[in-house]
């Protein structure tokens, strides 16, 4: 009875913190991660499956395997229903490495919580953008590819002005989703752009490639596309 107890009792953060390392190891064998994934799997607390999403920090030797393996965390969380949702949530405020994550959630979630879900990830990171490496907002605005609604293209507004061009570009093309209703902001950054052109490049091909016009906004354009565009007399973007 003892050992029943005693098996089905909470991780210390002393065992949960050894089971990590054998599934973070990207040069091990694959059996030894496996079995961490499931033993985190298994134990199912907020801590051991926050835990569980470190595998998608690392890279194993064999990308194949890797793949493979990255699903197989996924289908493991979504397993575990909402009980996987915070420790998602809290994952994705504090690494990057956050497309997986991202898909567990969403196969989680209704469409009509995933949403303000995302929208809080984004804000929160926003909020302390100042702090934040710009790789991590980069992997997170890119994690918002094929979810990208208009409440969620409001808070992605807010790093078309960021220090990084990664994270720029991640913004723009993540916008570009939204359609034509984000063609007036996209033109504001690519003219607030003067010294950045990786990001007047980006919006350029962004226009060229949707067909959206430069309608009140033609002769700045104009005097500002980098070479290798122009604008046709209908006001669209092209390549030369």
Not at 19 to 26: A, G, H, N, Q
Not at 113 to 119: F, G, I, S, T, Y
């Amino acid at each position: 009875m003892f050992d029943f107890f005693k098996r089905n009792q909470a991780p210390s953060s002393k065992q949960i913190e050894k089971v990590v390392k054998r599934l973070t190891e990207p040069q091990g064998e694959d059996a030894p991660r496996i079995e961490a994934a499931e033993k985190l799997a298994d134990w199912g607390t907020p801590d051991a499956l926050y835990a569980l999403l470190k595998r998608f920090t690392i890279s194993s030797k064999n990308i194949t395997q890797d793949i493979e393996e990255k699903r197989m965390v996924v289908r493991m969380l979504v397993e575990k229903g909402r009980d996987a949702v915070e420790p998602i949530l809290r994952f994705l405020s504090t690494h990057q490495q956050v497309e997986w994550p991202v898909q567990a959630l969403s196969e989680i979630l209704p469409r009509e919580e995933l949403v303000p879900k995302l929208v809080g990830a984004l804000e929160k990171v926003a909020a302390a953008s100042a702090f934040t490496p710009p790789e991590h907002k980069a992997d997170l605005i890119r994690a918002m590819r094929g979810h990208v609604t208009p409440e969620i293209a409001a808070v992605l507004r807010q790093f078309l002005s960021d220090d990084d061009d990664d994270v720029r570009i991640a913004a723009i093309e993540a916008l570009a989703e939204v359609g034509e209703d984000v063609r007036e902001p996209l033109l504001e950054a690519f003219l607030e752009a003067e010294d950045r052109p990786r990001i007047r490049i980006k919006i350029a091909e962004i226009f060229a490639d949707h067909d959206w016009p430069v309608k009140g906004y033609r002769p700045k354009v104009e005097q500002a596309l980098p070479g290798g565009f122009s604008v046709t007399a209908k006001g669209l973007i092209r390549r030369r």
